[in-house]
């Protein structure tokens, strides 16, 4: 809270990354650490901001829906944290389990913002298993093309 607070009187950053709301503003994160007492900031896990939106914001999380949201949270950190490789049957798994909790976020979310599945529904686009593959090549064609820029001569002897 400290931290929000003295970010309201801050100036945008010379320099920015990203543009998730505006670009070059500076965020709790850049707010000097002598004006919050020498705290240092840190961040919060999945399970806590979501018991924060049931508990501060008095919003129910089902069972059902809490438990697909740490599945999904345990598949991303071991996709990006351990190149992990799926079966054909674990591949199944996780499409699935994705369907269920886009349903169940588009369910969670028309209750607290009335409206948003037609606003999602009308932007969701599908593609051909054909699109697919084209775009899995070319996906192959530029990862092939970077690492063979990345040889030199004495690596092809």
């Known amino acids: 809270m400290k931290a929000k607070e003295q970010l309201k009187h801050m100036s945008p950053k010379v320099k920015g990354f990203g543009t998730y709301l505006e670009k070059n503003m500076p965020t709790v994160f850049d707010v000097p650490k002598e004006k919050l007492q020498n705290k ?7 399970r806590e901001a979501v018991d924060r939106i049931e508990l501060l914001c008095d919003i129910e999380i089902t069972k059902e829906f809490g438990d697909s949201i ?8 071991d ?5 992990l490789k799926l079966t054909s049957e674990e591949e199944q798994e996780l499409i699935k389990e994705l369907k269920i909790l886009y349903v169940n976020i ?22 051909t298993q054909a699109e ?7 996906m192959e064609d530029f990862y092939h093309d970077r690492a063979m820029s990345d040889l030199s001569e004495d690596d092809l002897r």
């Open 106 to 127: 588009l369910g969670f979310f028309e209750v607290q913002i009335p409206g948003i599945y037609e606003k999602i529904d009308l932007e969701r686009f599908e593609i």
């Open 79 to 83: 996709i990006t944290h351990h190149s």
């Open 70 to 77: 740490y599945l999904i949270n345990k598949y991303r950190n």
């Open 132 to 138: 697919m593959k084209q775009w899995q090549q070319d």
């Open 40 to 46: 240092i900031l840190e961040t919060i896990t999945l």
